[in-house]
Nanobody
């Protein structure tokens, strides 16, 4: 499956952005979809994931501010980011786990990755 992430940009502290991850080549309705991010000088880290069932999981740092969702009819996953902080600045990557049952917080559980979209939060 090919993934195309979009929706990043520059936003002020407290603002919102919605990232999209459009999938092509396969029906992702049975996949676990994930979002990871990588800030300059840091390792890539888990942000959020959503199972085929709709069960959602979040990193503690974004819980209550970010919401992951999916629209299987559009073969697309989303990440709604509210109350953004400067520390949310990073390149955001979407990912797909075709098994649907991998450990969602591990990068190695995902076999497809998008190209990344830059999110910059100014203070």
């Amino acid at each position: 499956v090919q993934l195309q992430a979009s929706g990043g940009g520059l936003v002020q502290t407290g603002g919102s952005l919605r990232l999209s991850c459009a999938a092509s080549g396969r029906d992702i309705s049975s996949y676990t979809m994930g979002w990871f991010r990588q800030a300059p000088g840091k390792e890539r880290e888990f942000v959020a994931a959503i199972r085929w069932s709709g069960s959602a999981y979040y990193a503690d740092s974004v819980k209550g501010r970010f919401t992951i969702s999916r629209d299987n009819a559009k073969n697309t996953a989303y990440l709604q980011m509210n109350s953004l902080k400067p520390e949310d600045t990073a390149v955001y990557y979407c990912s797909a786990d075709r098994t649907g049952y991998g450990n969602y917080w591990y990068e190695t559980s995902y076999d497809s990755w998008g190209q990344g979209t830059q999110v910059t939060v100014s203070s």
